[in-house]
């Protein structure tokens, strides 16, 4: 095996569990009519039981709530009120298997959830399953590139093959939105959001309507990243001025064009004003004029996705509060449907960053908040780290914006909106350079149709369908994959550090680079490490970007004394001899927190050896490989930091601690001209 599969591999059942299931699951039926979307549904399931049971037993039933027969009517009740999508699986009178939907959607969900229900081992007995999505847009960002680069992209080129494009159409790209569909995504932006205006051009619509036809039995819709100077760039208009008259003609024909070809189009994403992008600034606009001008061009049809990932240059003020400051005036001046998109941190994809305190704090506004599956600042996709932890740890979080004392998660401010993730697949046969990559695409998909789902539970069913589904397979991986994240944290970036990742390609610790053009690029800027001690003051003695947060919030991470330590140094300067929670001073709980990390991964690598017999040789060393570079790397990580930080404060390495493997000179002479990705 070679990961192509997927979680949709659909690995035989043994013989006992077979003959069990084999006695509830047949070839699919259809009640009612049949449509692109349904027989999708079937032919999906028709493939499951082929390969997990062989022989088929009794048909499973597909009909819709209002096309099931008098005495089925029952089975439907659950679904009243439900979203598009929602589906139930449950058994009829007769002991058959029915996945019953309000919609065509909800039809091929449910078939997806009964084959993840199978396929992950879990019992059929007595099934009865209700289901729906919690947010309504679940979607995947690619910054891939017209020419086939991906911007931030560790496993290859792009999957999208633009050149051979309408004429052909690579069988890759169904698999893709069936793999995308079986978790619930159904929109996906294919072109990044440093946009090329070519994307807009003719020739690509044609190509990209081929492609929105194939997608839509699967559910998916196709979306757009739009260079917001496009007028100028392909109209031949001296402005992009939002507000002329000639550039707002400009978009809307270009969006009866586009309609013409795709009539489900989904809508534009726009990164403006921001890192070098053109936008509605440029020419004394606000964010909001630009938004509503794309949005009044779309009108009905489609969806305005406008970034709040936005830091002016030459700005005094600490950047992590610049979004705040630019976005939260605008609450209520956006058209009903423009959705802001949000980082879940106010910084920049973080192996930990707080929430970001624009959740919340627009209730007037969509929210749509953007998390990276690709792995930018956690080790691209050689180092494993399960991401679920990660987007549930923000999801969970209480904004503290609820009205009369009651929590207002973040999750729930997405109630209008969705979630976008930056997608890390490509054109390696895996689809995501490291086979525990994929992992985390599909926890993407989970929790944006579930945010309660708990990270180990998307853990347990995705190596089970994965890898194996013996118990002793799954619990002790489930349990690594869960820890991984933190693990990751503590080797590069503990006690609430951030950003200290090599200039550009972001690979690899630079804890001193303090000479970019932009001091906010700078790790020094963020780890303010000197003689007397390190942390970003964000109290009120500081940047007081704490007040960006409610009250109720704030307080928590206001006392370095009682607040969670894996914030500390985001909130907090602290003197180097300062006492932490574990009665260590703060050097030693920074080395204790680095060598925590790199124990974690000596075992991570010790676990997977044991594991052998339980994975195919083949994706068994793949992931050996990608362990033994995570473990050199996690203690290069630990002893540049730890070689970096005790030079700057001068302390002597704590007594019975490893002495980093080279000299502070050598850690910083190197260089990764190689590293991918880096646009
Ligand atoms: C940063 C990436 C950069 C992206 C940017 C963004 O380094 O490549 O263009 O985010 O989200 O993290 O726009």
Request: net charge negative; with cysteine.
């Amino acid at each position: 095996e070679d990961g192509h599969a997927l979680w949709l591999r659909y690995a035989p059942l043994d013989e006992a569990t077979a003959i069990a299931v084999n006695a509830r699951l047949g070839p699919p039926e259809l009640f009612g009519n049949s449509s692109p979307m349904t027989q999708a549904a079937q032919s999906e399931l028709s493939r499951g039981f082929d390969a997990m049971l062989g022989q088929s037993g009794r048909g499973v039933i597909l009909a819709r709530a209002g096309q099931l027969p008098g005495g089925d009517s029952g089975l439907a009740e659950p679904l009243a009120g439900l979203p598009s999508g929602g589906y139930r699986i449950a058994q009829r009178h007769d002991g058959r298997v029915a996945v019953v939907a309000n919609d065509d959607i909800g039809l091929l969900y449910g078939s997806f959830a009964l084959l993840r229900h199978v396929a992950s081992g879990a019992n059929l007995d007595a099934i009865d399953v209700t289901s729906a999505p919690a947010l309504p847009l679940r979607m995947l960002d690619h910054w891939d590139n017209p020419d086939g680069f991906v911007e931030r992209g560790y496993a290859g080129r792009s999957i999208f093959n633009w050149w051979l494009l309408p004429d052909h159409l690579d069988p890759r790209l169904i698999d893709y939105a069936r793999a995308n569909a079986s978790i619930g995504i159904n929109a996906v932006v294919v072109n990044n959001v440093n946009a090329s205006a070519l994307m807009l051009t003719p020739r690509y619509i044609e190509k990209l309507a081929r492609l929105a036809d194939a997608w839509r039995p699967l559910g998916i819709r196709v979306w757009l990243s739009a260079r917001f100077s496009a007028p100028r760039d392909l109209g031949g208009l001296s402005t992009a001025d939002p507000l002329d008259p000639q550039v707002r003609r400009w978009w809307k024909d270009k969006a009866d064009e586009i309609y013409r070809a795709i009539p489900d189009f989904g809508g534009f994403l726009v990164k403006a004003n921001s890192e070098g992008q053109p936008g509605p600034q440029d020419y004394g606009r606000t964010h909001a004029d630009g938004a509503n001008m794309l949005a009044q061009a779309l009108g009905g049809r489609g969806t305005v996705i406008w970034r709040a990932f936005v830091y002016a240059s030459g700005s005094e003020t600490d950047r992590v509060k610049l979004a705040y400051e630019e976005f939260k005036p605008l609450d209520g001046k956006f058209a009903s449907n423009v959705i802001l998109q949000v980082k879940n941190g106010p910084l920049d994809f973080q192996p930990r960053e707080p929430f970001h305190p624009l959740f919340g704090a627009m209730p007037h506004t969509r929210l749509m908040l953007e998390a990276q599956i690709t792995k930018e600042y956690l080790g691209f996709a050689t180092h494993l780290a399960f991401l679920a932890p990660l987007w549930a740890e923000a999801l969970g979080a209480d904004t503290g914006h609820g009205e009369a004392g009651r929590a207002l998660t973040v999750a729930q401010t997405l109630a209008q909106g969705g979630m976008a993730g930056v997608a890390n697949t490509g054109s390696d046969r895996n689809w995501t350079g490291g086979h525990f990559d994929q992992a985390n695409w599909y926890a993407f998909g989970r929790l944006a149709w579930n945010p309660d789902l708990s990270a180990d539970e998307i853990a347990r069913e995705w190596a089970a369908q994965t890898f194996s589904r013996d118990p002793a397979f799954t619990v002790p991986v489930a349990e690594t994959m869960v820890g991984s994240r933190q693990a990751v944290v503590d080797y590069m970036t503990p006690l609430g550090l951030a950003h200290q990742m090599g200039t550009g390609h972001h690979y690899g610790p630079a804890p001193w680079v303090s000479d970019l053009s932009r001091p906010e690029w700078n790790p020094t800027y963020y780890n303010r490490a000197d003689k007397s001690g390190i942390g970003f003051d964000r109290t009120v003695t500081g940047s007081d970007a704490l007040a960006q947060y409610a009250p109720s919030v704030a307080v928590h991470w206001a006392d370095a004394a009682t607040m969670d330590e894996d914030y500390l140094l985001w909130f907090h300067h602290l003197q180097w001899d300062y006492q932490t929670q574990s009665g260590r001073t703060l050097w030693r709980e920074l080395v204790a927190r680095y060598d925590r990390g790199v124990a974690a991964v000596d075992a991570m690598a010790a676990q997977w050896a044991d594991l052998a017999s339980y994975v195919d040789a083949r994706r068994h060393r793949d992931v050996a490989d990608f362990l033994a570079i995570q473990k050199r790397e996690a203690h290069w990580w630990r002893d540049a930091s730890i070689a970096y930080f005790g030079a700057v404060c001068g302390c002597d390495l704590p007594p019975g601690t490893r002495t980093p493997a080279h000299s502070l000179d050598w850690y910083e002479a190197q260089r990764f001209p190689d590293a991918p990705g880096n646009p």
